[in-house]
């Protein structure tokens, strides 16, 4: 029998995750709301079981099969999220688990999946690479397969998050939602346009993989290439037939993100929020971040869907960001093979009050002159003002800087 995703499945799904998925809270940002001139609150689906929203999907799913589907267990593919949620529904219940995970997915992602109890395997690059080999294995052992997004049951689990914003804040006027297969996406804009249709729903995908975005502009389902994006948890080539078709019928716009957006929003968040992002679940607030969406005079509601960020990606998302800014600056500087020249160079950067992080001499650059060797310098700023005095001083004193 088939199922429709609506506002009735969303609410008995409300019901069923009720006491196994934490309600998250929603609190206004006073901080953020200078920078875009209205009113910002978040959603923090990091903070929920499992560190992401996967878990109302799956938990939805899992309490839809029957005693007989239980029993020949469960299988299923993720870019690491789902893949936590449907490890702990299933061992909650004595279902055997079984989850096929890209290579690149985080370690954290990969332990923790495996810390709930679900039998772990690694396959391709990318979450399709892992949704065929996860094909494949359910044929050969008849095990359910749980979809981790483009199923009724999954898209009407992370529907609830929806239920739960108007509850927090019934005039929300904007909601902006990240996009990987779009699950959350078509769930929440089912639930917030079925109870008010003037709420605007924005989605927001990486703009290395924008399947969602070619999908809804050419009005077919698109595959994209493969690509790399420090949002990990989003990164899918093929969005699903059933996301795709509520999203073209609810969804008013999607938009996407650069790399290096992504990477100020989790700064931003991190530095002025407190809170611990990861890539995917930080695509909203960089949309916001980077002016890519009119919030000003608006409630504005941000959805941060996960913080189950590897601790190793964490450090070169940071350092990412922190070079966009200007507060880290890494350049190399050609000077004399002489007694004395490394030491005026760096009294001259910390008389500017800069730090420096890093410095190395060579003279094994066959551009060099005879008598010449290069210093390369990683230097810590205040921000991208400071940086470019630094910069400045060190060309008024003749340098010649390689950046």
């Given at each position: 029998?088939d199922?429709?995703?609506?506002?009735?499945?969303?609410?008995?799904?409300?019901k069923?995750?009720k006491?196994?998925?934490?309600?998250?809270?929603?609190?206004?940002?006073?901080?953020?709301?200078?920078i875009?001139?209205?009113?910002?609150?978040?959603?923090?689906?990091?903070l929920?079981?499992t560190?992401?929203?996967k878990?109302?999907?799956?938990?939805?799913k899992?309490?839809?099969?029957?005693d007989?589907?239980?029993?020949?267990g469960?299988?299923?593919?993720?870019?690491?999220?789902?893949?936590?949620?449907?490890?702990?529904?299933?061992?909650?219940?004595?279902?055997?688990?079984?989850?096929?995970?890209?290579?690149?997915?985080?370690?954290?992602?990969?332990?923790?999946?495996?810390?709930?109890?679900?039998?772990?395997?690694?396959h391709?690059?990318?979450?399709?690479?892992?949704?065929?080999?996860a094909?494949?294995?359910q044929?050969?052992?008849?095990a359910?397969?749980?979809?981790?997004?483009n199923?009724?049951?999954?898209?009407?689990?992370?529907?609830?998050?929806?239920?739960?914003?108007l509850?927090?804040?019934?005039?929300?006027?904007?909601?902006?939602?990240p996009?990987g297969?779009?699950?959350?996406?078509?769930?929440?804009?089912?639930?917030?346009?079925?109870i008010?249709?003037?709420?605007?729903?924005?989605?927001?995908?990486?703009?290395?993989?924008?399947?969602?975005?070619?999908?809804?502009?050419?009005?077919?389902?698109?595959?994209?290439?493969?690509?790399?994006?420090?949002?990990?948890?989003i990164n899918?080539?093929?969005?699903?037939?059933?996301?795709?078709?509520?999203?073209?019928?609810?969804?008013?716009?999607?938009?996407?993100v650069?790399?290096?957006?992504?990477?100020d929003a989790?700064?931003?968040?991190?530095?002025?929020?407190?809170?611990?992002?990861?890539?995917?679940?930080?695509?909203?607030?960089?949309?916001v971040l980077?002016?890519k969406i009119?919030?000003k005079?608006?409630?504005?509601?941000?959805?941060?869907?996960?913080?189950?960020?590897d601790?190793?990606?964490?450090?070169?998302i940071?350092?990412?960001?922190?070079?966009?800014?200007?507060r880290?600056?890494?350049f190399?500087?050609?000077?004399?093979d002489?007694?004395?020249?490394?030491?005026?160079?760096?009294?001259?950067?910390?008389?500017?009050?800069?730090?420096?992080?890093?410095?190395?001499q060579?003279?094994?650059?066959?551009?060099?002159?005879?008598?010449?060797?290069e210093?390369?310098?990683?230097?810590?700023?205040?921000?991208?003002?400071?940086?470019?005095?630094?910069?400045?001083?060190?060309?008024?004193?003749?340098?010649?800087?390689?950046?």
């Amino acid at each position: 029998m088939d199922v429709t995703v609506n506002l009735e499945l969303i609410r008995m799904a409300q019901k069923t995750i009720k006491g196994i998925a934490k309600k998250t809270p929603l609190i206004e940002s006073q901080s953020f709301e200078k920078i875009i001139g209205g009113s910002l609150y978040f959603k923090y689906e990091n903070l929920q079981k499992t560190g992401s929203f996967k878990i109302r999907g799956a938990i939805n799913k899992i309490s839809s099969l029957t005693d007989e589907e239980k029993k020949r267990g469960v299988i299923a593919s993720s870019a690491g999220n789902h893949a936590q949620g449907v490890a702990l529904g299933a061992t909650a219940q004595g279902i055997y688990s079984t989850i096929v995970m890209p290579e690149t997915t985080p370690i954290a992602k990969i332990s923790a999946t495996k810390g709930y109890g679900a039998n772990v395997i690694l396959h391709g690059l990318a979450y399709d690479d892992a949704y065929e080999k996860a094909c494949e294995i359910q044929k050969q052992t008849n095990a359910v397969f749980l979809h981790p997004f483009n199923d009724p049951y999954v898209i009407a689990g992370q529907g609830t998050i929806a239920l739960e914003i108007l509850e927090d804040l019934p005039d929300v006027e904007t909601v902006i939602v990240p996009i990987g297969g779009g699950g959350m996406l078509a769930g929440i804009a089912t639930g917030l346009k079925e109870i008010n249709p003037n709420i605007e729903v924005i989605g927001v995908e990486t703009e290395n993989i924008p399947s969602m975005k070619v999908s809804f502009e050419s009005g077919k389902l698109t595959t994209v290439p493969p690509n790399v994006t420090i949002a990990d948890g989003i990164n899918v080539r093929t969005p699903g037939n059933l996301t795709f078709s509520i999203i073209q019928k609810y969804v008013d716009k999607i938009i996407t993100v650069t790399e290096n957006e992504i990477a100020d929003a989790v700064l931003y968040l991190m530095e002025k929020g407190k809170i611990l992002a990861e890539g995917a679940g930080a695509t909203p607030f960089a949309a916001v971040l980077a002016n890519k969406i009119d919030c000003k005079n608006k409630k504005t509601c941000v959805l941060v869907s996960g913080g189950n960020v590897d601790i190793t990606l964490i450090d070169r998302i940071l350092n990412r960001a922190l070079i966009n800014q200007g507060r880290r600056f890494e350049f190399r500087v050609k000077v004399l093979d002489r007694y004395g020249e490394t030491e005026k160079l760096v009294k001259l950067i910390t008389e500017c009050r800069a730090n420096i992080l890093y410095i190395t001499q060579s003279m094994y650059n066959r551009d060099l002159g005879i008598n010449m060797q290069e210093i390369t310098f990683v230097i810590e700023c205040s921000d991208m003002i400071h940086r470019n005095m630094v910069r400045d001083k060190i060309l008024k004193a003749e340098y010649i800087i390689s950046e």
